[in-house]
């Protein structure tokens, strides 16, 4: 594993029962990613995408392998701990927004960072200058209903990397919006990932926006395989 490395999995391997039947999803993944690195992930649909996400993001156990986040192995870690990683180390931006709706932009912004422990009131200043970068500086009082797609994706761009997460994971984070609005979000959320040196992993049906990353990884049949 290269020291510079802020996600590494070894051997990853992820299987599901259906019925009598074992489903292999991940079969052997190996993956570094760097620092600062935007790293696209493709593949069909049923390839293990979100699998691997879900894993390397601590929210799903592999069948076997091992995790590490920042040279620390997390596989084996307790539910709790694995929360704390989470927290402290990792930002999640997923298709759906997944927005709460009776919460302004910037109360939601405020929400990781709070659980964190950070002061409201110096949650609320960082809330409002990634909303600001990120093109929201009018819309902080408005509840999502209020804002557009891009919008609301913008402001949960700006959850995800509140808490200066070393590990932003993203699956399908541009997939609801029109090819206008995504190729804008995702310039916002490179120059975001960009500033911050933050390593991030993307799965994306995009390969326009995937060969506009650092690299790209296929993953196919539970494998990552040559482009």
């Known amino acids: 594993m290269s020291e510079a490395a802020v996600l590494s999995l070894r051997d990853l391997h992820r299987t599901y029962r259906s019925g009598d ?4 999803v991940l079969d052997g993944v190996e993956l570094d990613l760097a620092a600062g690195e935007i790293v696209g992930l493709v593949g069909p649909s049923g390839s293990g995408k979100s699998s691997l ?3 390397a993001g601590l929210l799903e156990r592999p ?10 192995d997390c596989t084996d870690l ?3 701990l694995r929360t704390r990683v989470r927290l402290a180390a990792i930002g999640f931006v997923y298709q759906a927004h997944h927005l709460s709706p009776e919460f302004t932009a910037v109360e939601n912004v405020m929400l990781p960072q709070l659980m964190a422990g950070r002061t409201p009131a110096a949650a ?3 809330a409002a200058d990634l909303l600001g970068d990120l093109g929201l500086a009018e819309r902080l009082e408005h509840q999502p209903a209020q804002m557009s797609g891009g919008e609301q994706q913008r402001v949960a761009v700006a959850r995800a990397l509140a808490n200066r997460p070393r590990l932003l994971l993203a699956d ?3 997939g609801n ?3 206008e609005t995504s190729t804008s979000v995702f310039d916002s959320l490179r120059a975001m990932v960009r500033g911050q040196g933050t390593a991030a992993l993307i799965a994306t049906h995009n390969l326009e926006l995937a060969g506009r990353m650092d690299r790209v990884l296929t993953l196919r049949q539970g494998r990552i395989v040559p482009a």
């Open 21 to 24: 039947r074992l489903l292999r």
């Open 172 to 174: 399908e984070p541009t």
């Open 63 to 72: 069948t076997s392998g091992r995790v590490l986040v920042e040279g620390r």
């Open 78 to 80: 307790s539910d709790a």
């Open 124 to 126: 609320r200043a960082r």
């Open 177 to 179: 919006l029109d090819p």
């Open 53 to 55: 996400l879900h894993a």
